[in-house]
């Protein structure tokens, strides 16, 4: 199963130079890199990231990423954690995440 993570230029950009990342300040803070769904990053990407461009959306697969944790979050909602840093070696694939009027435009996705 692919999971997902929106990353701005500049941070997907230091995944790319340096091979890995703690993540986003977010991800930093909370001490886990934040995963979603294909049926929640959507949601994601309009809360927040609204209005931003230049993003970027990763897809990695979940079964090989070690240790990943499914926690219950937005409106109890089981959301992929990740609790180690992320590799480029676990990106299947990444895709810009443009904007068009107001609103991320999503590849289609598995």
């Known amino acids: 199963m692919l999971i997902y993570k929106i990353f701005r230029a500049d941070e997907w950009a230091a995944l790319q130079a340096q091979g890995e990342t703690d993540g ?6 909370d001490g886990y ?3 979603s769904t294909a049926d929640t ?3 994601t990407a309009a809360k927040y990231f609204a209005g931003a461009e230049g993003l970027v959306l990763l897809a990695c697969e979940a079964d090989t990423l070690e240790p990943l944790k499914w926690e219950p979050a937005r409106e109890n909602v089981l959301f992929p954690h990740l609790y180690r840093k992320l590799r480029m070696d676990d990106v299947v694939w990444s895709k810009p995440l443009p904007l068009a009027d107001g609103t991320h435009q999503f590849p289609e996705l598995p």
């Open 33 to 35: 890199i934040h995963f």
């Open 41 to 43: 990053v959507a949601e």
């Open 24 to 29: 986003a300040p977010i991800d930093v803070a």
